[in-house]
T-cell receptor
Framework: DAKTTQPPSMDCAEGRAANLPCNHS???????VYWYRQIHSQGPQYIIHGLKNNETNEMASLIITEDRKSSTLILPHATLRDTAVYYCIVRVAGFGNEKLTFGTGTRLTIIP | DVKVTQSSRYLVKRTGEKVFLECVQD?????MFWYRQDPGLGLRLIYF???????EKGDIPEGYSVSREKKERFSLILESASTNQTSMYLC?????????????FGPGTRLTVL
């Protein structure tokens, strides 16, 4: 699986949009981009995933560049409960490739 | 509501003890996973299982074994606990969908080996 690079930490003001970047310059054509987050003392939680089109769900939006070498997770109106470590993961989809490889992620702090 | 439960949130054991960590999911998922999480190292996969009685080694299987006798239950076994196995252990499950599945995680077990 391709490696990802994320900033170690970020701050965002409450109520503003939080934009978390991820570089995955060696991503291959059959690899998906996944985002998970981990709130302190809890297990990781799935947020969103995509292949090449932008995606949106009730939690967040995922913007993937046209060359797929980077992506941005957007939390549109950050709240204090969004303070967590956010992990960007790329993974080949398909049977036998269920493993996720977590890096060290971005620690996002929402400031009141 | 989907649920992955782990038998203990906190566990303290002594060096050399045999330790069992239990994980149960109620979503009829085929896949189950055991990870450990350490500061600065992220989550690392220990073992996973595609189906009952099937298991595959992950990235760091040494010192661990697993058991999956029933679809909903996946056990992690430390045959002889050592201090370097002090860690947070996370269990997860997922469907076999091939594409776009998500993993559901339990709350974790913080194991301390003295």
């Amino acid at each position: 699986d391709a490696k990802t690079t994320q900033p170690p930490s970020m701050d965002c003001a409450e109520g503003r949009a939080a934009n978390l970047p991820c570089n995955h310059s060696t991503i291959s054509g059959n690899e998906y981009v996944y985002w998970y987050r981990q709130i302190h003392s809890q297990g990781p939680q799935y947020i969103i995933h995509g292949l090449k089109n932008n995606e949106t769900n009730e939690m967040a939006s995922l913007i993937i560049t046209e060359d797929r070498k980077s992506s941005t997770l957007i939390l549109p109106h950050a709240t204090l409960r969004d303070t967590a470590v956010y992990y960007c993961i790329v993974r080949v989809a398909g049977f036998g490739n269920e493993k996720l490889t977590f890096g060290t992620g971005t620690r996002l702090t929402i400031i009141p | 509501d989907v649920k992955v439960t782990q038998s203990s949130r906190y566990l303290v054991k002594r060096t050399g003890e045999k330790v069992f960590l239990e994980c149960v999911q109620d979503m009829d998922h085929e896949n189950m996973f055991w990870y450990r999480q350490d500061p600065g190292l992220g989550l690392r996969l220990i073992y996973f299982s595609y189906d009952v009685k099937m298991k595959e080694k992950g990235d760091i299987p040494e010192g661990y074994s697993v058991s999956r006798e029933k679809k909903e239950r996946f056990s992690l076994i430390l045959e002889s606990a050592s201090t370097n196995q002090t860690s947070m252990y996370l269990c997860a499950s997922s469907l076999i969908q091939g594409y776009g599945f998500e993993q559901f995680f339990g709350p974790g077990t913080r194991l301390t080996v003295l």
